[in-house]
């Protein structure tokens, strides 16, 4: 079974970066697209990028767009998440998603790791 850990994680200053990794382990990954998804207190959890494993072809929230850039590593089976200019809306707990090959929606999450920006 895949299990995924995030790491990265931290509390910045507004305009500050963080770069964020999702590691995918206990077998080989089999997936379809991998993703981070966040969600802030009080609010529901929301997309914030994605990426098909195949391809690379990759999709950003239009809040995101232009400060934040999803990566991934196929031999480390990793994604990343480059967060630049971070802004106080940002300040969220950002999960790690995996969409399994068979599986509709992502079907694997990690724990999430707390970023927080400071304005």
């Known amino acids: 079974q895949v299990q995924l850990q995030e790491s990265g994680g931290g509390l910045v200053q507004a305009g500050d970066s963080l770069r964020l990794s999702c590691a995918a382990s206990?077998?080989?990954?089999?997936?379809?697209?991998m993703a981070w998804f966040r969600q802030a207190p009080g609010k529901e959890r929301e997309l914030v990028a994605s990426?098909?494993?195949?391809?690379?072809?990759?999709y950003y929230a239009d809040a995101v767009k232009g400060r934040f850039t999803i990566s991934r590593d196929i031999r480390k089976n990793t994604i990343y998440l480059q967060m630049n200019t971070l802004q106080s809306e940002d300040t969220a707990l950002y999960y790690c998603?995996?969409?399994?090959?068979?599986?509709?929606?992502?079907?694997?999450w990690g724990q999430g790791t707390q970023v927080t920006v400071s304005s």
């Open positions: 998603a995996a969409q399994s090959v068979g599986a509709h929606a992502y079907n694997r």
């Open positions: 206990g077998r080989t990954f089999l997936g379809v697209a």
């Open positions: 990426i098909r494993w195949a391809n690379g072809d990759k």
